[in-house]
């Protein structure tokens, strides 16, 4: 696929903003779903566990098809992508609005599922391929849409659900998101093939690994299973809010924080959003500065420990309000900090694909929602906050003492076969593709690759039929 490169549309920040914007109206698709678990088993009684199947199916259709459309991404753009995403996640809803039985309501949330890969699975591989040297803040700020987009209508989906019914209110934000995103689409554009040139900066792979590639290296496993450990405590906390504050019998008392008056349910989950969507960004940032690693190991004890205070002191409104932002602020950061830490490791020309292929750990972590429903029925809600607790944990001693050095020998494996190369000789590998050909590689740290640019472009005739 061609580079699209128009006199406005062809600047990085305006294709990060489209991104963000799709990503914000596709954001409710996930987190505004609590908000109807509980109107839905009012009317019809099928049991919350049975319902949250739905959120599961939407979640594991979501990711574990975006390394399709991240195929689909690198091969034609993303632009026809967005577009048929479009137009599923509004299908979605307006089906939801119908569903009177559990079948139809798991064929809408299959279908949505569809379509918000299609857009998140797009928007953070296009980000990716926009800013190969600032990964960590191009995927926070754009991953911060779908965290933080569900802020601005949890208010008004929450009103139209009592005032009209839930009904009426998936069919009109579905028609509403479904359009907003239509209209995004038409402005995305392909990265110019030259930001793939772009010189790797600190700890960043100076080659491109395919995905089949991907999947045979160890360091991949390891970042995947931190994945599932993190996702599966946040996707139960952002599916169950709704019915949490109820069973802890905080979701009506008020809540007064600086001035601002609101029944602790719904102060919860606003505040969850907007927290959700700036941590994501500042971590992104964050590990720019010190480290993807290290970002992790931090970001992930902050969690155990809101998620062990939700657990022991979670009946008091105010510290379920402040202990719930304090989680989100620092779960939303694993999808900012993970693409980007693929997409260092394993090279940007095909960071879509190998981006949804990591994304699927999401949908693992989902399976875990109905059984977290029927863990907290029988055993009440303190014993699912230990579990997710012990997973934070086990996630951030995963990302110091494993997968850290895991990474500095992945990184010495593509030096050494790039030295290699540059010497003539050939050496054991895969045939990962050089992202940026060197000439002179003899100065690498052992941690670190790093090349000038006038050194990465090999004009022999050899070279080029390679490439």
């Not at 190991?297 to 809101?306: H, P, S």
């Not at 260092?344 to 949908?363: H, R, V």
């Not at 050496?427 to 992202?435: F, I």
Request: aromatic share 10%.
């Amino acid at each position: 696929m061609k580079p699209q490169s128009d006199s406005i549309l062809g600047n990085p920040w305006i294709q990060l903003a489209l991104g963000v914007v799709c990503m914000a109206a596709v954001a409710n698709m996930q987190y505004g779903w609590t908000l109807f678990v509980t109107p839905i088993d009012a009317k019809y009684h099928w049991g919350r566990s049975a319902i949250q199947v739905a959120f599961t199916i939407f979640v594991l259709v979501e990711t574990w098809l975006v390394p399709v459309e991240g195929y689909l991404v690198d091969r034609f753009g993303p632009r026809v992508v967005v577009l048929g995403g479009a137009i599923l996640i509004a299908l979605a809803w307006v089906l939801n609005s119908f569903a009177s039985s559990l079948s139809m309501l798991y064929v809408a949330a299959a279908i949505g599922g569809i379509g918000t890969g299609s857009v998140y699975g797009t928007c953070v591989g296009n980000a990716l391929k926009w800013f190969p040297g600032r990964r960590g803040l191009a995927a926070g700020v754009t991953a911060a849409g779908f965290g933080a987009g569900a802020a601005l209508t949890v208010l008004p989906i929450s009103k139209m659900i009592i005032s009209a019914g839930y009904e009426h209110a998936f069919f009109h934000f579905g028609i509403l998101q479904g359009l907003i995103v239509f209209v995004m689409a038409c402005g995305l554009r392909v990265a110019p093939s030259q930001l793939l040139a772009t010189p790797p900066r600190a700890n960043q792979s100076a080659r491109s690994f395919t995905p089949l590639q991907v999947l045979r290296k160890p360091v991949f496993w390891v970042l995947y299973l931190m994945f599932v450990l993190v996702a599966s405590g946040g996707l139960m906390m952002a599916a169950s809010m709704g019915p949490i504050a109820k069973d802890l019998k905080v979701d009506s008392l008020p809540v007064d924080l600086l001035g601002l008056v609101m029944p602790a349910g719904i102060f919860a989950i606003t505040l969850d959003r907007i927290f959700d969507g700036v941590g994501r960004p500042f971590f992104g940032w964050v590990s720019d500065q010190i480290g993807r690693e290290n970002t992790m190991a931090i970001a992930f004890a902050i969690g155990a420990v809101a998620l062990f205070t939700l657990g022991q002191a979670g009946s008091d409104p105010v510290v379920f309000v402040l202990g719930s932002a304090l989680y989100f602020g620092v779960f939303g950061e694993i999808y900012s900090l993970f693409p980007a830490t693929q997409g260092d490791t394993f090279g940007g020309k095909y960071a879509a694909a190998n981006a949804g292929m990591l994304y699927t750990a999401k949908g693992i972590g989902a399976l875990l929602v109905p059984i977290a429903a029927g863990t907290a029925a029988s055993m009440g809600w303190h014993v699912v906050f230990a579990i997710a607790t012990t997973f934070n944990v086990l996630a951030a001693t995963l990302a110091l003492l494993v997968f850290k050095p895991l990474r500095v020998r992945h990184f010495a494996a593509v030096r050494a076969e790039l030295e290699s190369q540059s010497t003539g000789h050939s050496a054991p590998g895969d045939g990962v593709e050089q992202q940026a050909p060197s000439n002179s590689l003899a100065h690498m740290s052992t941690s670190v690759i790093s090349v000038p640019r006038h050194q990465l472009v090999d004009k022999s005739p050899k070279s080029r039929h390679r490439a």
